[in-house]
Structure formats: C-alpha cells, structure tokens
C-alpha cells in the first residue's frame, strides 16, 4: 500500500476546533440543496440520454460520476461562500452541477435543462456566449479555465491598482473549480510561474481529487507533487482529506488503524471497494489488518451500509469540512484546497473505473429516483424528495450572498477613438509604423484611449516594437522598481520602469499565458465593468504554439489586439523555425477573430482605429493583425474615406483595372512591392492591367460566404458582397494571379467568386535561411515569378 497524504489535513483542524460559523441548520439546508443539486444533475443528464427523443442514433453524453464528485463542493460555494463580485471558472464535466444550481437560483429555466446538449438549450460545457449572463468564464479546453483564473486577478489588481474599482469594495475572489487529471496539462504550471511573478492575490483554486480519469487512475502520489509545487509559487495549500464521521471514527478505539489503513489505500483499491460497497469494505480491511481486534470491533459497530456511508466520507463530500476549510484561508494569497472526492459519489457509478463517460442506465436510474425520494413526474420539481418545506428552501437559497439578482456581466462605458497619429516617411515596415502609432498615442494626454491601452507579449516586447509605448507607458507591477541600468546612467535604449501606474505586461515565452492574459483583460468590460484595450505581440509563427488559448479567448468574447510579426520568410535569415505559412488561414478561420495584413503605413493606421472602435461593439470582436518587418515605400497620398472604408472591408484596387480587364494581380501584405513592380513592368504590354490590394482575406472571404449561404435560403437578392464588387470590372474570361508571403490557399478561393482563372503563389512549403531575394526567388513569389504566372494562358 502506497501512502495517500502527508500533510497535514483541514479535517485534523476542524477535529480541535469548534463546529465553526454554519449553525446546525443551515448545515441541515446546505445537505437538502446538495441532494437536490446531485439529482437535478443526474437527471438533467439522463433526460438527455435516454428520454428525449434521439433523431440521429448519436450518443448525447454528460458527465454524472464528474458531477457527483463536485456536488458538496459546489453547494458550498454558491449557497454560502462566494460573494457577487466573485467569479468562477467551473470544470468542464460539472456543467450541469452548475446548471442545476443557476435552476434553483431561478437564473436557468427548465426548458434549458429538457435540451441539455440540444441545440439551444443548456450547454454541454459553460459557455458565457452560448449560456449567457449566468457564465463568468467559459470552460471546455481542459486546463484552460482553471488558468484564466490567474490573469483574472491580475486584471482585477490591474484595475484597482489604478482607482478604476469601486472603492471600499473588497476584490473578487477568482475561483476555479478544477478536476485532478486538468492537472496533467501543462499550461497549467505556465500559467502558475508566470503569474507568481506578478504577486497574483485572491485566487481560489478547488482541486476535485477524485483520483480518477478518463481512462485510469491517478498517480498515488499526485496529492504530494500538486502541494509542493503550489507551495514552491507561494500559494496556501489545504488539504480537505476526511470528514466529520471519519474523524469521529478516528477517535474510538481501532480507529488509528483504521486512518492507517486509509492512508496507505493505493487508488484503485479505494477506488473498486467504493463501487462494491460495506461489506467488500469489511473483507478488505480485516483481511490487511488481521488480528486488530479494536479495529474489528470497530468495524462491528457499523452495518454494512453504515460502513459504506463511512468510508466514502471524504473531505469533499462533508459539509462541514468545506466550509471550515474556506473559513481557514489566512490571507489574500492565492490557495488551492485538495479536495479528496468520491468519483460518481451517492450514485450508482461510484468509484467504478468506467465511469468518467458512464451513464445510469434506466433501472439504475429507477433505484436512484427512488433513493432520493422523486416521484414520476416530480423530476424537475423544486423540492421534491426534499426534509423540508419548500417555502423555507427557496428562502434559504434567495438569502444566499452569491444570489443577489444582479446581472452577473457588467457594462462599460464606450470610449471615443481618436484618428491614428501617423506620419508618413519614404520608406517603413507596418511593424515599424505600428510601434509608432502606440508611441505617438502613449505620448497623448487626457486621451481615454491611451490611458486603457494595455500592452503585453511574452518575452518579445522590443523585437515587436513595443518598446517606444512602454518608454512612455511603464511596466506594470504592484510595487515601483526602478530600471538599474538608468539609475547607473548606463546607456540603453529601453526604459523599463516598473509600477503600478504601468500600462505593459511583461511575461515569460509562453504563448498560452499571453492569450490567457489577453483573454482576461478582454473580459475586463464584462467581468469588472471597465473597459481595456488589450494589445498583444508575439512573433507570427507562434500562434500556432498559443492557438488553444486564443480559440479560448475569442470563443467566450474576450476583446483584444493580436499583433503578430514578423510574419512569413520575409523574415529571412531567421529561417524555418521563425517563419511562418499556414498563418493567414488561422486569421480567415477563427471565429470571433478579425484578421487583417496591410502593406503600407497609412493602411495601418486606419486598420488599428477601425479595430479599436471594433472591440468595442457588441456585435463585434479581437483583431489580428499580421506585420511584417520588411521595409517598403510608402505612398504619398492622402485617403479618401472611400479608399479607408474599403481597406478595413478587405480591400481596394491600388491601380484601377481597364474596361474588360483580361488580368490582374492581387496581392498581400509585404508582397506589395514585387508586385507593384510586376504590374508596372506587364502593363507596358497589358494596359489596364488591374493591381488588388487585399488588406484582410479574413473580411473579404467570410462575406462573401455568409452572403452565399444567405443565398440559397432564397434570400439578399442583389446584394453584393465586397469581394463581388472589386471583382465585377473583370471580364468573365480575366485571369487572376495572387500572391502573398503566406499559403496560397489563402487567396486561391478569389478564382471562385466569379468564376476566374486563378494562379495561386504563395509558400507551402517549411522556410529556411536565406536573404529575400534567394528566398522569394527559391519559393516563386519574386516580381519574375509574379510575371510567369500571367503568362501560364498565353
């Protein structure tokens, strides 16, 4: 046998202590709720299953043994402990716990519940889109939701380290109620080191230590690795290990041997004899300990229920044991408690290795109904099956801090946008005008714009252009730290002042924590009622290592600025590892992402003040922008709003296309000048040859498509989408060579909007070092190659 725990356990302190703040009766009320929740759950779940109707032979699904295990949990918190201004991250599987509980609050309805993981109805994971006001933080991607919860605070300290929170109002705790196996995902202790650094407070994480996943065990020893490295990033660790009737056990005689026993239990056998029930209990632990006639005596004092009802009572699943644990957080800083859980607790699938996708099937479902009381009919009822009044119930639960009746998203006030301070010069990269756009607005005073702009990249602040606004702007941090190298006079060009005044993030290399930051900061108008415009920069090959957190960030609507550069093999001598090709369609198919690849300055500009009107329309979202560092000439000229509408629509024709134009170039991004040059070199021989400037292939092709699917519902008869348009000066039988420093599929689809022949260039294939010349050369995107394209239909 394997020992389980060495630490010491809030069980032991509740034993020396008095019964805490929770009268007896409302410990009564908490139990009733908590076996209404746990049906409720179970029920919403195999209506799913097994009565609503099923039209395509598909398994629905649900997580009963996931819920089971968070239901004591759960009723705790949202029944007692957690206050309005709290928010919580619930993990996936528990959904319909948190479903079931938002029921009683009276914030769910029991259609929802009928449709759970039908369309419109309860989703199978909480969704702030798809569940609405009820969900502070989505969850589904494991690991995730737990982690957010991190830069929630450090949002949150962000903000009242600024006198931007009502004041005498005490922080939310950020909570985050995560299964054990979420453990095993790495983001996780990225997330943990690297908000460490920030001094996060008020940060609540719930381990649900069942000890079981998907497809095994967990680790015996997993208890001791979670505790030490929590307590290595300066967290409170409180172990929730045994409850009230366990600890009263402990204290007879036999019962040190029993704790003994229990301690040394290695997972899987707890696990089985919890399925098998009081008299495996019985035949396993006299069989370990033969001859200990206290602990046979012991044993003796309890029938083979009562001896069930014994050993599964954990920590987790004891009333009282979780509230005085919540009650022992000493301070502000952050605190997880090991919760140890029955997986499938008080139903029929408890413990079972099999159990994490299990579902009860009808007679176990029967068995279950009548355990709990509920009559035929009486399934959804509010307090069927129930000890008390239900008038008393509902009082209870009305009380109950956390319910207040308040919409759970706040609203922020829409701020001004000012026209973008660029000025033009010869010749620029869209990386260079755009750190210089943030330095100019960094310079602005009394501009609200400005003053909410919060910038954040992992390790690549300087190499992305960030610098000139955090010279400005300052580094965030809870105390001032001022730059050594100034304060030496050693010359340097960075000025990295630290304090809380600060409006730049610095984190480590890891892409996941920076989309999590942004995802918290983007949340900030919803979750503390004041808005920010976050703005991130990583190099563009490099999304892909973030790209869970990002889908993470736009699918709960989170706000930001995403500025990846430099972008594709212009970055030459870099070579493969730091160029990127399959970005631009990562751009065209996130949603709740914009996605945008301009090529000149004055393009720029005008895509960032579009953009920060953009996160802040309810109908609207984040941006990305893709930038690159290669130097180009920029034009001389002054744009119509006409030519601005048409950039932040996806694009505009950089030189008009003649009557019946039989050819025309589109290009992309920083491929403007090898094809502004092929243009001037072919139109000697083609005149009215049309040049396309396609700022955003993202915007041009999903209007285009929506409006299709508009179509063949019979509907938006003679409308025109952008792209249409552009393209309606093309003869039918034009041709159409493309070109962009990314993947050509990116822009090949521009051949099917009205039927063109198309030559698509582009890089499909891994980079390598190289000056651009031998690189555009190598991978046919050169001026030559554009012109050879064209020619393929001579």
Not at 54 to 62: A, L, M, N, T, W
Not at 506 to 519: K, S
């Amino acid at each position: 046998m394997s020992a389980q725990n060495s630490t010491p356990e809030i069980g032991e302190m509740i034993e020396a202590s008095s019964t805490g703040r929770v009268a007896a009766k409302d410990l009564a009320m908490l139990g009733q709720i908590e076996k209404k929740v746990r049906w409720l759950s179970s029920w919403t779940i195999h209506n799913a299953n097994h009565i609503r109707p099923k039209r395509d032979g598909i398994k629905v699904g649900g997580h009963q043994a996931s819920c089971a295990s968070m239901t004591t949990l759960m009723t705790a918190l949202y029944f007692n402990v957690l206050r309005p201004q709290d928010r919580i991250a619930v993990k996936p599987h528990a959904s319909p716990v948190f479903h079931a509980i938002n029921y009683l609050f009276g914030r769910q309805t029991k259609e929802k519940l009928e449709n759970f993981r039908a369309f419109g109805g309860a989703q199978s994971y909480p969704s702030r889109t798809k569940d609405g006001d009820v969900v502070d933080f989505s969850t589904g991607s494991v690991g995730l939701g737990a982690a957010v919860t991190n830069f929630a605070a450090l949002t949150q300290d962000y903000l009242r380290y600024k006198d931007m929170l009502p004041r005498g109002e005490k922080p939310g705790r950020m909570v985050a109620l995560v299964g054990d196996a979420e453990l095993d995902e790495g983001n996780i202790y990225e997330a943990l080191l690297d908000t460490w650094k920030h001094d996060i407070r008020n940060v609540w994480w719930v381990i649900d230590y069942n000890r079981q996943s998907l497809d095994g065990m967990i680790d015996a020893h997993l208890f001791r690795v979670i505790g030490r490295f929590f307590r290595a990033v300066g967290w409170n660790v409180i172990t929730i290990k045994y409850g009230r009737k366990l600890h009263d056990a402990f204290a007879k005689p036999g019962g040190k041997a029993l704790k003994k026993w229990l301690n040394e239990a290695p997972n899987d056998v707890y696990s089985a004899l919890t399925f098998q029930g009081g008299a495996a209990w019985r035949k396993q632990i006299l069989g370990d300990m033969p001859g200990d006639n206290a602990l046979t005596s012991l044993l003796g004092d309890y029938d083979d229920d009562a001896l069930h009802d014994l050993m599964t009572n954990l920590g987790g699943h004891c009333m009282e044991a979780v509230l005085n644990a919540f009650d022992a957080v000493p301070n502000d800083k952050p605190t997880i408690f090991i919760a140890y859980t029955v997986k499938g607790y008080g139903t029929p699938l408890q413990g079972h290795k099999d159990n994490h996708a299990g579902l009860m099937n009808v007679p176990q479902m029967d068995a279950f109904k009548k355990q709990n009381n509920i009559s035929d009919g009486q399934e959804w009822d509010y307090a069927a099956g129930l000890d008390m009044a239900e008038d008393k119930i509902r009082d209870f639960i009305n009380s109950a801090p956390f319910n207040d009746g308040k919409a759970r998203k706040k609203l922020a006030t829409v701020i001004d946008i000012p026209a973008m301070p660029y000025a033009r010069v010869e010749t620029s990269s869209t990386q260079e005008v755009f750190g210089k756009i943030l330095n100019e607005l960094a310079k602005m005073k009394d501009c609200d714009l400005a003053d909410r702009i919060v910038t954040t990249s992992p390790d690549v602040t300087v190499s992305t252009n960030l610098g000139g606004f955090v010279n400005q702007r300052g580094l965030f941090g809870r105390e001032n730290l001022a730059d050594e190298f100034r304060e030496r006079k050693v010359p340097s060009a960075q000025k990295w002042i630290r304090s809380p005044e600060g409006q730049h993030v610095e984190l480590g290399i890891a892409e996941n924590n920076l989309f999590l930051n942004l995802a918290a900061l983007g949340l900030s108008h919803s979750l503390f009622g004041q808005r920010l415009f976050p703005i991130g920069t990583l190099y563009d090959p490099f999304i892909a290592r973030g790209l869970d957190a990002l889908n993470y960030a736009c699918y709960q609507d989170a706000r930001f600025m995403v500025v990846a550069t430099p972008s594709g093999i212009s970055l030459a001598p870099e070579g493969g590892a730091h160029q990127s090709i399959s970005t631009p369609m990562i751009g065209m198919g996130q949603p709740g992402l914009t996605s945008f690849e301009p090529s000149f300055g004055d393009e720029v500009a005008t895509i960032m003040g579009w953009s920060f009107d953009h996160l802040q329309n309810p109908d609207g979202g984040s941006v990305y922008l893709r930038l690159s560092t290669k130097p180009v000439a920029q034009p001389d000229r002054d744009l119509s709003n006409e030519t601005k509408s048409q950039i932040v629509s996806g694009g505009y024709w950089l030189r008009e296309p003649g009557k019946d134009c039989k050819m025309a170039i589109a290009y992309c991004g920083a491929m403007a000048p090898e094809a502004i040059a092929a243009w001037e070199k072919l139109s000697v021989d083609h005149p009215g040859i049309g040049l396309l400037a396609v700022t955003s292939t993202d915007r041009l092709y999903n209007e285009w498509q929506d409006l299709e699917r508009t179509r063949l519902e019979g509907k938006a008869s003679g409308t025109m989408s952008h792209i249409e348009n552009l393209l309606k000066p093309l003869a039918s039988d034009a041709r159409l060579v493309t070109v962009i420093d990314g993947h050509p599929a990116a822009m090949a689809w521009l051949g099917s909007v009205r039927g063109h022949a198309v030559a698509p260039l582009g890089v499909n294939n891994f980079g390598q070092c190289g000056d651009s010349i031998d690189l555009y050369k190598h991978y046919q995107i050169d001026t030559d190659a554009i012109i050879r394209a064209t020619k393929r239909w001579d």
